[in-house]
């Protein structure tokens, strides 16, 4: 929001923050709440909307959530993270195969790790999928051998994590080198595993994350994360419009 405000500073133009969650999901009595926002950026008062379509899409597909917001079809719409089925819509996405090429190179180079475990979002999500393609290039790129049992679905969640995680120690496979994790959501959720069975991360294993959320910087142990520079694709994302 802080970058669009900059953005927009020296314009005549009015910024509104409308926080809303996935339709039609137990959130609780008032859980009709969290989608009744859409209804104030459908209005006639609101000229153009950014969506950040990468928070959605991470828990449904794409077409679905595009359905749900069928009703902007006639607004200027910029997604930032997926390319959404609308008319007269434009769309952010960043890059990860750098990331992942860098990140690699890092660890092998620098740290001489040689076995790595990845932790994946949701199977068949774009953006999980993607990082898993990057991730496999990467590792062949070092040659180094992408092991099909060194990769579970964490979801983006804690709990999937956890039964990843629980699965993997019950599975008799050695302890990698690094555990590689599609956000650092799961990327903590893998620290508190491995801290309850004893390792130190990052001592005996090296546990890297992907967003660079606030709270992961505060992380105990210290989460090794990527910056998706979240405020400068708000400032993009604003230029369109």
């Given at each position: 929001m802080a970058s669009l405000n900059s953005f927009f500073a020296d314009?005549?133009?009015?910024?509104?923050?409308?926080?809303?969650?996935l339709p039609n999901l137990p959130y609780g009595y008032f859980e009709y709440q969290y989608w009744a926002g859409t209804t104030l950026i459908e209005s006639k008062s609101i000229d153009a909307v950014i969506i950040v379509s990468s928070f959605f899409v991470s828990s449904v597909p794409v077409d679905l959530f595009s359905s749900w917001i069928r009703g902007l079809a006639g607004k200027p719409v910029v997604s930032i993270g997926a390319k959404l089925d609308l008319p007269n819509s434009c769309t952010l996405i960043t890059e990860c195969r750098t990331v992942f090429r860098e990140l690699i190179k890092h660890l092998v180079e620098k740290h001489g790790c040689k076995t790595l475990n990845l932790v994946a979002g949701i199977e068949g999500n774009v953006f999980s999928e993607n990082r898993i393609k990057a991730f496999k290039k990467s590792l062949k790129k070092h040659g180094l051998e992408f092991e099909k049992?060194?990769?579970?679905?964490?979801?983006?969640?804690e709990g999937p994590t956890l039964t990843g995680m629980e699965e993997f120690f019950n599975s008799g496979?050695?302890?990698?080198?690094?555990f590689i994790c599609c956000n650092d959501v799961m990327a903590m959720t893998v620290c508190q595993a491995l801290l309850e069975k004893g390792y130190?991360?990052?001592?005996?294993?090296?546990?890297?994350?992907?967003?660079?959320?606030?709270?992961?910087?505060?992380?105990?142990?210290t989460l090794t994360s990527v910056n998706q520079q979240v405020e400068y694709q708000g400032y993009i994302a604003a230029q369109p419009l």
């Open positions: 314009k005549e133009v009015n910024t509104i923050l409308c926080q809303v969650k049992k060194r990769m579970f679905y964490g979801q983006f969640w496979l050695s302890l990698p080198d690094a130190s991360v990052p001592e005996d294993v090296i546990v890297t994350g992907f967003d660079n959320l606030q709270r992961a910087s505060f992380y105990n142990p």
